[in-house]
């Protein structure tokens, strides 16, 4: 199976940016060029919700509250996934989680605290 390795969480001040990286290794299987990856968020007290997803053909969602903000990208080759996150907000605070969805199977990476805040 794949598994998910993040990076680039931290502190950032209202206005400025950040770079997420997510990492996948593992066996695909057959679907190496059949899969979804994505971000997704979760705030204390709230439930996780979807900020940006990206196929392995390269077709992009991004949740309103972050369109024209954030940009998810992918390197289909290395099958990593990056979400560059401008003009960040307060309330863009939370745990970042990275997500593949391959065939039957759905698999987190174990999150990064992004707080933004002066």
């Known amino acids: 199976q794949v598994q998910l390795v993040e990076s680039g969480g931290g502190l950032v001040q209202p206005g400025g940016s950040l770079r997420l990286s997510c990492a996948a290794s593992?066996?695909?299987?057959?679907?190496?060029?059949?899969?979804?990856m994505g971000w997704y968020r979760q705030a204390p007290g709230k439930q996780r919700e979807l900020v940006a997803t990206?196929?392995?053909?390269?077709?992009?969602n991004h949740a309103d509250a972050v369109k024209g903000r954030f940009t998810i990208s992918r390197e289909g080759a290395k099958n990593t996934v990056n979400l560059q996150m401008n003009s960040l907000k307060p309330e863009d605070t939370a745990v970042y989680y990275c997500n593949v969805r391959y065939g039957p199977y759905n698999t987190w990476g174990q999150g990064t605290q992004v707080t933004v805040s002066s």
């Open positions: 593992g066996t695909w299987g057959m679907w190496f060029s059949n899969n979804v």
């Open positions: 990206i196929t392995s053909g390269g077709s992009t």
